[in-house]
Each structure stands twice: as C-alpha cells, then as structure tokens.
C-alpha cells in the first residue's frame, strides 16, 4: 500500500499490511509492480503521478486526493483491466468553496487595487460592484459546485443558475444540461467554473463562450486551467469587456513574464483551492474509510471508472 503520509501518522488505518511512504520522491519505496493500493502523492504533478504507474502489475486501486483526475488518465491504459480510480470527492468541497466566494468578492469589491494602494500608502476609496442582487451562473454542478452554492446562499443574489452535463432536479433548483449554457451566459453576472477537465471540457471556455458572457461579467475559474483558451481570454480582458478571478491557468505553473500576469482585470491565485489546513484530516478520513473497505471487501468510495470496463 503506498500512500503518500507515513502509516504511523494516520490513526485508524486497518493492521495486518505493508505500508510504504512515497511522496513523489526519486527512489520507489518498493517495486511498483507489488503495489495493490497506490494513493497518488498531492498536487505533484502529471509526471510524478503517473511515474510509478506503467509497472504496477498488481494493482487494484488508484486512490487520487484530489477532486480531478486528469492527472493520472493518462496512464489508465497501462494497468490491467478491473483496476478501480477512484477521487477525493468528500475532501475539497469546503476549501474550494470558500476560495471561489474569496475571488468573488475580492474581484468586485476591489480587494487588490486597495492591497497595491496599501503598498503605496494610497487611500484608494470609490465604489465598487456588491455581490448583492448578482445573477451567477456555476457551470460544473458536482459536490464542489453545490458547495460554492452553499456559500453564495446569504449572499442575496438575484438569481443562481446551474449546469451540468445532464439535466436533473436539486433542492434548490434545476440544473440545466450543457446543451443550454449559450441562451444562459449572457443572464450572468458572474460565472464560476468547477467543472472536471474531460475532453468535452477541455477548451469550453473559448472565444465563442466569452463573448457570450454579458459587458462588465466576471470568469472565476477554480476548475483547471485547460477548462479556458487562455488566447481567447487574455483578448477579452485586454480590452476590457469582462474580468476574471483565476485560481487555475494554462499553462500552470504560469511563468515569468506570461501576459496574463499583467492583464486588466485579472486576480490570480497559485491553485489554492485545495491545500489548506482541512485538506489532510479529510484526506485521511477518506483513506482510512477507503483501506477499511479495500480489506473488508466492500464497495469503494468515489469510483469515477474501473479499467476496462
């Protein structure tokens, strides 16, 4: 069982297997091909995650601690068939719900222009849009887009709008399938993306997307990067038609001297929504829960594919 904390740290855990530490270190702690359980180290990358994973002949289950699992994709074709992935759902609903209200309302009420008045000793006072009476449209309705619902409910909004990639009914409302996002862009205020990273999502949010969006609307992306052509939003912003508030960008890291550091109206955060201090009780509740029911032979949590099925 390779899991990226060590064993002793994690209270709970079933006794009776061999656990291994790895973090995404140069050295394996073991051969990858006795690995059954491989829980893939946090926010290392692609290329960390998915290094050990060609020679994982035994494996049977991928246990990823993030929300997303396009990081490991990739690899799926080298394990065996019956392989389960599964997600962290359950452990980032929290933090990355507080970060998208965070660039919400740091976006409209002018947080960083006051920081960088700060820096200067400026009083840069003036008013600025409230999150009040806005219409928001959150495209990608899972347990991370219902969580920054539940954040936005005392906000007094006019109106929120959800989409996702099937229609269904919620307690607080429809949720509109992909089919019908042009005819509600241009109602929104404010559109948040949490969507997954799949090849239907890739590039949603291309020119076309963006100038459906409403004069003076705000993007706030905490879904990932890929989600957003990034020419096609850097064009809008330098002319000034929208803002955006960017905890995810393409590509990421963003380096030195990429023009979307110093675009008009753009707050960006480090992709931050997850790491923070409720990520590892959560991830090792959701650990010890998965590896009690791996031994015991119940169903999984959070299975998002089985290979080759």
């Known amino acids: 069982m390779w899991l990226p904390f060590h ?18 270190g140069p050295e394996f702690p073991a051969d990858p091909a006795a690995c059954e359980f491989y829980v893939v180290p946090y926010m290392k990358g692609p290329a960390v995650s998915q290094r050990p994973m060609a020679d994982m002949a035994s494996v049977q289950v991928v246990q990823t601690l993030s929300a997303g699992v396009d990081h490991v994709q990739p690899s799926l074709k080298f394990l065996r068939p019956g392989v389960r992935l599964c997600n962290a759902q359950g452990v980032h609903e929290a933090s990355t719900g507080e970060l998208a209200l965070a660039l919400i309302l740091a976006s409209l009420r002018g947080i ?5 008045g700060q820096d200067k000793e400026e009083w840069r006072s003036g008013f600025h849009p409230a999150l009040a009476d806005k219409s928001v449209l959150i495209v990608g309705y899972g347990s991370i887009g219902s969580a920054i619902e539940d954040r936005l409910a005392p906000f007094e909004l006019a109106r929120v709008a959800r989409v996702a990639r099937s229609e269904r009914t919620t307690a607080r409302g429809p949720v509109h399938p992909l089919t019908e996002l042009n005819s509600l ?7 948040v993306l949490s969507t997954p990273l799949t090849q239907s999502t890739r590039g949603l949010v291309n020119a076309d997307f963006l100038s459906r969006m409403k004069d003076g609307a ?13 020419k096609a939003l850097l064009a809008e912003l330098e002319s000034g038609r929208i803002t955006a508030a960017l905890d995810v960008t393409d590509p990421e890291p963003l ?46 949590r959070n299975v998002v594919l089985t290979t080759g099925a």
């Open 7 to 24: 064993a002793d740290e994690i209270d709970g855990l079933p006794e009776g297997l061999d656990y291994r530490f790895w973090d995404g």
């Open 112 to 116: 960083p222009g006051f920081v960088r």
């Open 185 to 191: 862009l241009p109602e929104a205020d404010v559109v």
């Open 218 to 230: 705000l993007l706030v992306n905490v879904a990932r990067g890929p989600v957003v052509d990034t």
């Open 255 to 300: 380096p030195k001297g990429h023009p979307l550091w110093h675009a008009p109206g753009v707050l960006i955060s480090p992709h931050v929504g997850g790491p923070t201090s409720a990520f590892l009780p959560r991830a090792k509740r959701l650990l010890v829960d998965q590896l009690n029911r791996f031994v015991n032979r119940e169903p999984l």
